[in-house]
């Protein structure tokens, strides 16, 4: 009696076995071979990424089915085109992906090669498109202090109807910069913001004695060395008058 109750809980257990596996095996060839990917919709605010460099990705990157595919993988893949800086990648049921692209937003050019992000990040996305953006000429380790220096000139300006169009932090104390009116700057100063508010002070003064200002420097004490063509004044802070010197 005890050996007929053990063999049909053995049958009853094996046949429920059995019945697991089937499942299993259903489900898994549904999973690999109903539900194929054939719809991948890109979304987000793309400029430079282009559609070539996202249809090799999704006909080379994407590999297996709805339920097999794999997300970490693809989205690794999105994220090795230059430009992206955070990429999504969902599902959407029965056989769409949906990737949704975030950019760098660049704020400038380091060099020749690589791109400044408005958050600091440097990547290398440089190309024709982007030459009208400044050019930081830095290293890829002093790319948060040029941006840091960036914003301090930009807010000053602005207010004067230029902007910044090449900067070189020469040395830990000297800055020099040109802006897109062509008008060469020189700082040499621990207090950098004190000498841009120096040069937002007499800058009206400065054009108006002659329109043709080309260059300021104050790297002199108690100064400010400034060019019209070929002749070079000085403006000592304490006089009202600008001194040629001979």
């Known amino acids: ?13 094996i046949n429920f076995a059995s019945v697991l596996i089937l499942v299993f095996c259903l489900l898994h060839y ?3 071979n109903w539900f194929t990917v054939n719809r991948i919709i890109i979304e987000g605010d793309i400029y430079h990424v282009t559609p070539v460099q996202l249809t090799y990705i999704a006909q080379n990157r994407l590999h297996g089915t709805f339920f097999t595919l794999d997300i970490a993988g693809l989205k690794s893949a999105f994220q090795e085109i230059p430009w992206v800086r955070q990429v999504s990648v969902k599902r959407h049921f029965p056989h769409t992906i949906i990737v949704n692209v975030e ?7 380091i ?7 408005e958050n600091g990040d440097v990547f290398d996305g ?14 890829s380790s002093r790319a948060a202090l040029a941006l840091e220096k960036y914003k301090q000139i930009q807010s000053i300006l602005i207010r004067h109807d230029d902007s910044l169009s090449k900067l070189w932090l020469t040395s830990p104390l000297i800055t020099q910069f040109t802006t897109k009116n062509n008008l060469q700057v020189e700082i040499c ?3 950098f913001n004190n000498s841009l508010i120096k040069i937002d002070k007499y800058w009206d003064k400065l054009y108006k004695i002659n329109p ?8 002199y004490k108690n100064a ?4 019209y063509e070929s002749s070079i004044f000085v403006k000592k802070q304490s006089e009202s008058a600008i001194k040629k010197v001979h």
């Open 30 to 32: 549904i999973a690999r």
């Open 1 to 13: 009696m005890d050996n007929a109750k053990f063999n049909n809980r053995l049958a009853f257990l």
């Open 126 to 139: 440089a190309d024709n498109d982007n030459s009208s953006l400044p050019v930081f000429y830095v290293s």
């Open 189 to 191: 100063s621990t207090d």
């Open 224 to 227: 400010i060395a400034i060019n």
């Open 111 to 117: 060099g020749d090669d690589d791109m400044l992000a």
């Open 103 to 109: 950019e760098y937003k660049a704020i400038a050019r």
């Open 212 to 219: 043709k200002l080309n260059s300021i420097n104050l790297c």
